[in-house]
């Protein structure tokens, strides 16, 4: 009913930067929020960044100040500009949105996730 496909992982060298891109569509009445999840190896998924349908975001403490979330809301994108990357932030990246379909479904969406790797 609703996918999501996301762009822009890739390698990086310790303090470059990359974006990465999610875009939504399908079956989709109302996205109430969309975000940014990672996993690195050998650890739970946890959440990087989220911003709802009004533009307020969350960020996670350790990307504060680094990552910034933004969302075109007219294109159901959501973007996650990454910048003073470190080794740290190697991780598979996944997206999330949060969607009412077309059915008045209330549904939890998640990409197929993009690896980035931050190596020197």
């Known amino acids: 009913q609703v996918q999501l496909v996301e762009s822009g992982g890739g390698l990086v060298q310790p303090g470059g930067s990359l974006r990465l891109s999610c875009a939504a569509s399908?079956?989709?009445?109302?996205?109430?929020?969309m975000g940014w999840y990672r996993q690195a190896p050998g650890k739970e998924r946890d959440l990087v960044a989220d911003?709802?349908?009004?533009?307020?975001?969350n960020d996670a403490d350790s990307v504060k100040g680094r990552f910034t979330i933004s969302r075109d809301n007219a294109k159901n994108t959501v973007f996650l500009h990454m910048t003073s990357l470190g080794p740290e932030d190697t991780a598979v990246y996944y997206c999330?949105?949060?969607?009412?379909?077309?059915?008045?479904?209330?549904?939890?969406?998640w990409g197929q996730g993009t690896l980035v790797t931050v190596f020197s």
């Open positions: 999330n949105a949060r969607v009412t379909t077309r059915q008045f479904k209330l549904l939890g969406v």
């Open positions: 911003i709802d349908n009004g533009g307020s975001t």
């Open positions: 399908g079956s989709i009445l109302t996205i109430i929020s």
